[in-house]
């Protein structure tokens, strides 16, 4: 076989390709985290990470561990036994977040729209009728049903309610607007194998100066690895971290970061709209039908309803023939849907490339889309070249 498990090209919604630069900076020679080089690299790192939030005075703590150590840092740290949590959940990442919450709030209240659909501020207001909450946990990007959330309108309802607000922006923070400061979010998290283009392995949390005024008063989380003060005070004795930080990926981080600013965090932005306008247009133009509802598409990954008599297991068998690598449906979605991720170093040599992988690969198990998909996609890059 041409393509083996060592030649594949991602298009998942994370892990995701990575940038040559960086894994040049991760084969640099190791310095100990607690050396001045280091030390030096990290504080960079924290600065050049902050705007990717949409903010200058949160502060930043750069966890190792996955995007769930960073949820869970991001909740536990911000409440406390006593206290009631609204979850917000509409897919699997949501859920997740409700799933922590239950391990440490007293109360846990859920708000949930179906699979597909997004979460409203309406909803939120409702919840606040029936009870109240010290936290609204949400997902900015819900990565398994391609559904952007309206992060700026749920903050206003929770603050209208005296609630703070931690979002998940795990596929959103570098691939589209997180804007912390002027949408007056709390907490924000994030992990390094989607938009950030690095491999798994760290967490991000940001938080706001209320949102760290209130982790300083309240009782310590029963955590000591996800316990966020012992960071701050890390970082505040000019330590770096409390903990041996994963360095090598720490490295990735702050080349990948570098690529983020030269390019412009806007013009980025702007790309990872371009290229999720192309597969969105292009999976239409192929007869498909879009997985999300229509007005909150994501712009970092998409789902795609799986045809009629199209199987996901000969689908997934067929592009992998390819060398191409997409991602099927999680939870009651699975064998429904397939997701195609469009982030990082995305750009249009991979939207041609996915979409006509897809086209052929549908051909081959017999639905034929007469190249429609790959004719829009050449339509719309060829007006921005």
């Not at 002027?182 to 949102?211: T, Y």
């Not at 090598?248 to 570098?258: C, Q, R």
Request: proline content about 5%.
């Amino acid at each position: 076989m041409l393509y083996s498990t060592d030649n594949t090209v991602l298009f998942l919604p994370g892990p995701v390709a990575m940038h040559p630069r960086v894994y040049e900076a991760m084969n640099r020679p190791i310095y100990g985290h607690r050396t001045d080089h280091f030390r030096k690299l990290y504080a960079e790192t924290v600065e050049m990470i902050k705007p990717v939030f949409g903010t200058g005075e949160a502060d930043a703590y750069i966890l190792t561990g996955s995007g769930t150590l960073g949820l869970e840092a991001g909740i536990i740290n911000f409440i406390e036994p006593g206290d009631a949590v609204i979850s917000m959940s509409a897919g699997k990442f949501g859920e997740r977040s409700s799933q922590i919450a239950r391990l440490y709030a007293k109360e846990v209240i859920e708000v949930k729209s179906p699979y597909g659909s997004p979460l409203l501020p309406e909803q939120l207001e409702e919840a606040f009728e029936k009870t109240s909450a010290s936290l609204v946990t949400i997902t900015h990007n819900e990565t398994s049903t391609g559904v952007l959330n309206p992060l700026e309108d749920i903050v206003k309802i929770a603050h209208k309610h005296g609630a703070m607000v931690m979002a998940d922006t795990i596929t959103s923070a570098g691939g589209d607007w997180v804007k912390m400061d002027e949408w007056d979010v709390d907490i924000a998290v994030s992990g390094s194998q989607k938009c950030f283009g690095i491999p798994p392995g760290l967490a991000f949390v940001m938080a706001s100066k209320k949102a760290v005024d209130r982790m300083m008063s309240i009782q310590r989380p029963p955590s000591y690895y996800a316990d966020l003060v012992r960071f701050k005070n890390s970082v505040e004795k000019g330590s770096g971290t409390p903990f041996t930080p994963a360095i090598t990926l720490v490295y990735g981080l702050h080349e990948s970061l570098k690529l983020v600013h030269e390019e412009g965090l806007e013009n980025r932005i702007n790309r990872h709209r371009l290229m999720g306008k192309v597969i969105r247009e292009a999976a239409l133009a192929m007869g498909l039908t879009l997985f999300a509802k229509e007005g909150y598409y994501s712009n970092t990954v998409t789902a795609i309803n799986i045809p009629e008599g199209i199987e996901w297991k000969d689908l997934n068998k067929t592009l992998q023939k390819l060398g191409v690598i997409v991602a099927g449906g999680q939870g009651s979605m699975k064998g429904k849907i397939f997701r195609v991720g469009h982030m990082n170093i995305f750009g249009p040599r991979e939207a041609l490339l996915a979409v006509s992988s897809v086209e052929t690969a549908l051909k081959k198990l017999g639905y034929d889309t007469n190249a429609q998909g790959t004719k829009r996609a050449q339509e719309i890059l060829a007006e921005t070249l």
